[in-house]
């Protein structure tokens, strides 16, 4: 008895030691401290775990990354009508991120649908993650490959947040993701008779955080450079081709405010080169009311024709239907640009005027 009550009395140091280490290094809070349950820290001898500090994720710049990235996936998945409140419960099971996938590449994924069984959400993840790491050209065995099946299924934050973070930086999320972003976490290791602990912040976000995809062009345009050296003259950029677009459209009582979201699925750049070049653009050609990625990319590829058929086809080589559609500002405005340049006399003259032909006379 005395030898068991012994042991008893060795396991719950152990407990007591595992959750003292976990308090150490915590970010200051104020109140009382919630802990998992003691028994989550049993460990077998050799075993090592990592674990989050408590209150890690309250950091300022943690929660300003999550916030961001969390953004990000509820602009790209609007369309499907999916909506993204908490990052670890959200994405564990491969559901979230298949829709994801299959927005941001434009393709149907043929994957399982939702599912309550672990054995089948980690089939249905393994196939969406190798997926992603195809597409990202990331290697498991890669430094920066800091996501599997397990880590992801078990809802660890920091695996989620690298994975994330890696799709929104490959494709150009807009918003900016704050660099220099750290976790503090905590390493436990069992010895025999003492429990290993080592307090350390892993990196989520450098000043370079992520693969990115190619450019549509190898040689930099006024656009490029607008973006990176000039920022501070892109509002006045933006707002002269919205006035531009507003003005051609206004014949449709529409104004252009917000090109991101108004120009993304086709349809205003139809409009637009209808009554500039003076023709109709009848509806079975596109998609007035697009509900899919598919319709979306069909209607800036007819824009893209109208515009090639106008003498605009140089400008339409260099910008990947698929980045107007994700919206992304930098394409959208290179389009606008291409025909403001094309007809900013025209329209400045008041020569624009209704439509007086059909577009069958126009070789699209």
């Given at each position: 008895?005395?030898?068991?009550?012994?042991?008893?009395?060795?396991?719950?140091?152990?407990?007591?030691?595992?959750?003292?280490?976990l308090q150490v290094g915590a970010i200051p809070h104020h109140g009382p401290v919630e802990l998992q349950e003691e028994e989550n820290y049993v460990m077998l001898v050799g075993e090592e775990r990592v674990r989050l500090q408590p209150h890690a994720l309250e950091d300022p710049q943690v929660q300003h990354l999550i916030k961001t990235i969390i953004k990000w996936v509820n602009e790209t998945l609007e369309d499907r009508r999916i909506i993204i409140r908490d990052i670890a419960e959200d994405f564990y099971d491969g559901q979230v991120l298949s829709e994801l996938l299959e927005v941001l590449t434009g393709q149907k994924f043929m994957a399982a649908g939702v599912t309550m069984s672990v054995v089948l959400q980690k089939a249905k993840l393994?196939?969406?993650?190798?997926?992603?790491d195809r597409i990202l050209q990331i290697h498991p065995d890669d430094p920066v490959h800091k996501w599997n099946v397990e880590s992801i299924h078990s809802k660890d934050v920091v695996s989620i947040l690298h994975l994330l973070v890696a799709l929104a930086s490959y494709y150009r999320c807009k918003h900016h993701i704050p660099q220099n972003v750290k976790i503090k976490r905590i390493y436990l290791k069992q010895h025999q008779n003492r429990l290993e602990t080592k307090l350390y912040e892993e990196e989520i976000t450098s000043r370079d955080y992520g693969p990115r995809a190619p450019e549509p062009s190898a040689d930099k345009d006024v656009f490029d450079k607008l973006f990176s050296e000039a920022p501070e003259k892109l509002e006045a950029v933006k707002r002269s081709l919205c006035q531009f677009a507003s003005k051609v459209l206004a014949e449709l009582d529409i104004l252009i405010m917000d090109p991101e979201n108004q120009f993304h699925n086709g349809v205003n750049f139809i409009l637009l080169m209808g009554i500039l070049e003076g023709y109709f653009v009848p509806?079975?050609?596109?998609?007035?009311?697009?509900?899919?990625?598919?319709?979306?990319?069909?209607?800036?590829?007819?824009?893209?024709?109208?515009?090639?058929?106008?003498?605009?086809?140089?400008?339409?080589?260099?910008?990947?239907?698929?980045?107007?559609?994700?919206?992304?500002?930098?394409?959208?405005?290179?389009?606008?640009?291409?025909?403001?340049?094309?007809?900013?006399?025209?329209?400045?003259?008041?020569?624009?005027?209704?439509?007086?032909?059909?577009?069958?006379?126009?070789?699209t």
């Open positions: 008895m005395a030898t068991l009550f012994r042991k008893n009395e060795e396991l719950h140091e152990l407990q007591r030691e595992a959750v003292k280490a393994k196939t969406v993650l190798d997926k992603i509806l079975y050609l596109y998609h007035l009311s697009p509900t899919t990625v598919d319709q979306k990319i069909n209607n800036v590829q007819m824009a893209f024709k109208l515009m090639g058929a106008a003498g605009l086809a140089e400008a339409t080589t260099k910008i990947n239907p698929q980045d107007v559609v994700q919206r992304d500002l930098k394409s959208i405005l290179r389009v606008l640009y291409a025909i403001f340049t094309k007809y900013k006399a025209q329209v400045q003259a008041g020569t624009v005027g209704p439509p007086t032909r059909p577009i069958s006379t126009v070789s």
